[in-house]
């Protein structure tokens, strides 16, 4: 067991005490009790204050004269070990310093869930101007789609309705409700999926460009984001890895489920690349450099009504998905799997907030 | 709707499409994915183009382009063949035609 080092006492502790004294009393102090846990718990104490005085007062030596006076007059082989004492310390200070940050991210990461929340619930009167919900994300400047603005708001609304319908999910799985309350839970759930992409559908007519670039999503969801959401194949990824046991027949239904939603995938990517090179070939057409194209761009912009569609497209995929997959599994298996899908997309929006808010090494 | 179902029923796997349509483009690849070879024709390109796409819009396509016919019988815009893929049906539908090289 350890000794604090001299380092660790803080000029204005040392108050009435005379230095010497006050070095000896922390010696003495730990020299009596015998348990080691006890005294490291009373140095944790002592280094959460010191952290919340200043980073570097651990590594500052207070009083340098009085340390010095006691060497002076200590042999050789007790300086040595009061100089391995002092490493050993600061070595186990920093590992506590580590841990302390951690729990100090994980509640930084609560907070801003309850800012949001603040947020949310202060946020129902007006129009909400600007977009996205984590930290550091630019709004609109100036000129506010009210088609965007709205679904914003629904989006908020949506979300809120999601994390009680999975607390729902949750209690009903733990409860010995029978399978047709179940199948109703789950057809909320299913329900409530359907109603997003009515809503997606509505806000890529007034804007196709906020719907592709996921503005309304956090960052990590964003990560994965293909045409304006989820993969329908990464879906099924997430969902299958979590059904055990599936029979053999449901693992065959499913191996298929997977086939073809890839395959409509990659014909749907496809369709994209051709969109993004008739786009880029329409803008591109004529001399570059003129000055003059607004024909090009016009004509660009027909083009690209062409995205609302693939949009549409790409959520109706995910749709038929989850559709499917509650045709092939059982209600149980349904009710898990929408609980399963829900907190994976909780966790990609905390690893958003994570990021965001985690201190970063200037460059 | 004679040059429509003409058109329709001469090949095996139909798809009435725009020159810069896309998502035409897109069910294309899938059914050369699934070893179908379909036969495209460009409405916009089709002098009597208008009235066809007049007559997809009658037999109930929301949208006149991608339609898709397999056999001479209409399957339905991109949706109907997604909805049918991913339920298993498509691929049976399109067995006798497939033609894998």
């Known amino acids: ?363 | 709707m004679d040059k429509l179902m003409r058109l329709a029923s001469e090949k095996d796997v139909v798809v009435f499409s725009k020159s810069s349509c896309c998502l035409c483009y897109a069910i294309t690849i899938l059914f050369q994915e699934l070893g179908v070879t379909s036969t495209v024709h460009e409405i916009d390109q089709d002098p009597e183009g208008r009235e066809i796409e007049k007559t997809l819009m009658r037999l109930g396509c929301n949208a006149p382009v991608p339609a898709i016919f397999v056999g001479g019988r209409l399957v339905g815009s991109t949706n109907e063949v997604m909805s049918l893929h991913l339920s298993g049906g498509l691929i049976p539908m399109l067995k006798p035609y497939q033609t894998w090289c």
Not at chain 1, 187 to 200: A, I, P, T, V
Request: hydrophobic fraction near 40%.
């Open chain 1, 1 to 363: 067991m350890d000794f604090p080092s001299t380092q660790f006492v803080p000029s204005r502790m040392m108050g009435t005490y005379e230095p010497i004294h006050q070095i000896g009393m922390w010696g003495e102090n730990f020299k009596s009790i015998g348990n080691p846990s006890i005294s490291a718990s009373v140095i944790v104490e002592v280094d959460n204050k010191l952290e919340n005085e200043s980073e570097t007062a651990s590594h500052e030596m207070p009083a340098p004269s009085c340390k010095h006076d006691q060497e002076a007059s200590k042999p050789f082989d007790k300086i040595q070990r009061r100089l391995a004492q002092n490493r050993e310390a600061a070595r186990k200070s920093r590992l506590r310093k580590k841990a302390y940050v951690q729990q100090l991210e994980s509640s930084r990461l609560k907070l801003i869930q309850l800012e949001k929340e603040l947020e949310q619930a202060r946020e129902q009167q007006g129009l909400y101007i600007g977009g996205g919900l984590e930290a550091g994300h630019l709004g609109f400047s100036g000129v506010v789609n009210p088609g965007i603005a709205a679904f914003e708001m629904e989006y908020k609304h949506w979300m809120q309705v999601q994390n009680r319908q999975l607390g729902e999910l949750r209690t009903a799985l733990n409860a010995q409700i029978s399978d047709i309350e179940l199948r109703i839970v789950v057809e909320n759930g299913m329900s409530h999926y359907f109603e997003l992409f009515r809503m997606k559908s509505t806000v890529a007519k007034a804007d196709v460009f906020y719907v592709m670039s996921g503005t309304w999503k956090t960052s990590a969801e964003r990560f994965f984001s293909w045409i304006g959401g989820f993969r329908p194949s990464e879906l099924l990824k997430v969902l299958v890895a979590q059904l055990d046991p599936l029979t053999d027949q449901q693992i065959f239904e499913v191996c298929n489920l997977k086939q073809s939603c890839q395959q409509a995938e990659d014909a749907l990517s496809q369709g994209m690349e051709k969109l993004q090179e008739t786009v880029s070939a329409t803008l591109a057409a004529g001399q570059l450099g003129q000055g003059t194209y607004f024909p090009q761009v016009a004509m660009a912009m027909e083009k690209l009504e062409a995205l609302v569609c693939f949009v549409n497209q790409a959520d109706h995929l995910r749709q038929e998905t989850l559709q499917q997959m509650s045709h092939i599994l059982t209600t149980r298996q349904a009710a898990r799997g929408l609980l399963a899908l829900g907190e994976y997309i909780q966790r990609l929006q905390d690893l958003s907030t994570l990021w965001a808010t985690h201190p970063r090494e200037p460059a």
